[in-house]
């Protein structure tokens, strides 16, 4: 037989369900429990006092030798007196029932939560490019078809199925493929890209908000932004618009970069023997010397230089020669007589290029 007796000396005040209707049950509860503590902070006194007698007299027995001697006696009988009072006392603490307070004790009190670790150090710029060029060779397909879905449905079935889309390289892809359709003016099918590029992003910063993978919780936001939340909605229209005009403006911005390369390409390929830019060259001149080289006339160009001061023509028609506008006749010997004779008499003997190398005007 299983002995229960050691529930009878239990004092719990909590397992009571029976109460009078007219009284508040956790509030004989609350000063049950009250009344408890104060026994046990008394009888903790009690416990206390007998070893603080018997300090003091223990301090009064390290006076002076005789003093020691005549007080032994009583000394004795106090100590016999205490150590009766300790024996009571633990006789009375064995017999005190058990309750919420003292029926058990901590053997040891611990919490861990269990967090996502922050990632140490960032990916080199390297490391980050590397990965989003092999994911895109990848997936390229997948993420395109996902940029080409207008129904909330379809983009939240298909990220079910291709859960692994759901990350910073498809959202990076999506803004790279915008800005290229814009320069292409394919601007309808940019608003569309744009619109799955916006809903990507918005995933990303809920798991973020969350501290989760994005994976995770891109069914949280076709749950909120289908429930037609009007403010939810209104942000991410809004930020739909700012990212349609950062789209144009980068696409802008890369035209115009493109054009100044094209023209930087097409200068390098003009420059003349001395490195400079025949239209540039051109565009300097005199009006009479520009109407000259528009009629390709060299008699016109000597009549209009003899009427110039010698030190500006020459330096003119040197950068004539510069460019490859015009290019000095070698044919002759009367040339080499010529330039023997003075340095600016051989820029009159200049013979036009042939062809389209002489139409700088166009």
Known sequence: MVDYSVWDHIEVSDDEDETHPNIDTASLFRWRHQARVERMEQFQKEKEEPGQGLEVAEGTSTQGGLERLQAEPRLRKEERSWEQKLEGLRKKEKS?????????????????????PEQAEEDSEE???????????????QI????MLRRWDDSQKYLSDNAHLVCEETANYLVIWCID??????????????????????????AKSLKVDPRACFRQFFTKIKTADRQYMEGFNDELEAFKERVRGRAKLRIEKAMKEY???ERKKRLGPGGLDPVEVYESLPEELQKCFDVKDVQMLQDAISKMDPTDAKYHMQRCIDSGLWVPNSKSSEAKEREEAGPGDPLLEAAPKSGDEKDVSA
């Open 127 to 141: 490391a980050r490019e590397q990965k989003h060029k092999t994911f895109v060779e990848k997936y390229e397909k």
């Open 181 to 206: 359709l814009e320069v292409e003016e394919k601007c309808a099918l940019m608003e569309q890209v744009a619109h799955q590029t916006i809903v990507m992003q918005f995933i990303l910063e809920l």
């Open 144 to 147: 395109k078809h996902f940029g």
């Open 96 to 116: 005190m029932p058990w309750n919420v307070d003292t029926l058990s004790k901590d053997g040891f009190s611990k919490s861990m939560v269990n967090i996502k």
């Open 263 to 265: 023209e930087e390409e």
